[in-house]
């Protein structure tokens, strides 16, 4: 008869069972190949018009024929842009919000840089421990895939309106703090991972899959700093030129860094192979 102690000794002798809940073979959302289920893309067309985007007023001569205000980076900058709706305001909107939330989680980003812990689990056993391992990395997959859903083309549809119609401004607002809320997950994630009591053995393990998260909030980062840089390009441009056309592609890669993903599993081996 197998014990659930026998079990997880073989757990933790084999570290092949818990790089399988990595590769899929687990059902759910799971990290696959050091990378979460997929990249993601925004995919953003603009023409005069109504062609794309919200619909704009008729070709102005002159001085006011001018580009959009930049994305907002202040609450009252943002509250301007909600208000006068000038040309492309859903994506300056959505930027502004996402820029301001990151803005606001910046000494949540300082705490996890520098390795802050928080109450955590306690997991007094190895068993324990190393079963806690591939649930946590589960959990880390479902946060991650979120991404996928509330930047699928359509969600951004929906918040970002058809083609040719305005978009809906509580839906980017929503939206923009349900991905803030993916960022913020993943380094409430690392914290959690850093701040479980574990034996002695396992603690440099569960420092080591903490990093799993740096990553994907790096890359979540980069995403909005992208955005902004994309979207401010839009006060250079006159839209209401009639033979203006405008394409952007923001791709967000979500992969967890393979030197974490490697010396994470040379730990797993070096610790766990030896006997308990």
Request: hydrophobic residues 35%.
């Amino acid at each position: 008869m197998v014990t659930e102690r026998d079990a997880g000794r073989e757990r933790a002798l084999n570290p092949s069972s818990v790089r399988n809940d990595f590769s899929g073979s687990a059902t759910g959302p799971v990290l696959q190949a050091g990378q979460f289920n997929g990249p993601v893309t925004l995919n953003i067309y603009y023409a005069e018009g109504g062609d794309g985007g919200s619909p704009q007023r008729e070709a102005q001569p002159g001085p006011e024929r001018s580009g959009a205000p930049r994305v907002p980076q202040t609450s009252e900058e943002l509250s301007d842009i909600l208000g006068d709706r000038p040309p492309m305001w859903e994506y300056l909107s959505w930027a502004g919000h996402l820029c301001l939330g990151v803005q606001s989680l910046e000494t949540k980003r300082l705490d996890q840089g520098v390795g802050s812990q928080g109450r955590g689990h306690y997991l007094p056993s190895v068993e324990e421990a190393v079963a806690y391992i591939p649930d946590a990395f589960g959990w880390l997959g479902q946060i991650g895939e979120s991404i996928m859903y509330w930047l699928a083309p359509e969600m951004q549809e929906k918040m970002f309106g058809p083609s040719g119609e305005p978009g809906d401004a509580v839906l980017i607002e929503h939206n923009a703090k349900r991905l803030l809320g993916v960022y913020d997950g993943f380094m409430d994630w690392a914290i959690d991972m850093r701040s479980c009591k574990v034996p002695a053995k396992l603690a440099r393990l569960f420092q080591l899959a903490a990093s799993y998260a740096d990553r994907p909030a790096l890359d979540f980062r980069n995403f909005v700093d992208s955005a902004v840089e994309q979207f401010d390009r839009f006060s250079t441009m006159d839209l209401h030129d009639p033979e203006l056309r405008i394409e952007i592609t923001l791709n967000f890669p979500i992969a967890i860094d393979p030197e974490a993903e490697r010396a994470f599993h040379e730990e797993y081996d070096r610790v766990l192979k030896r006997s308990w």
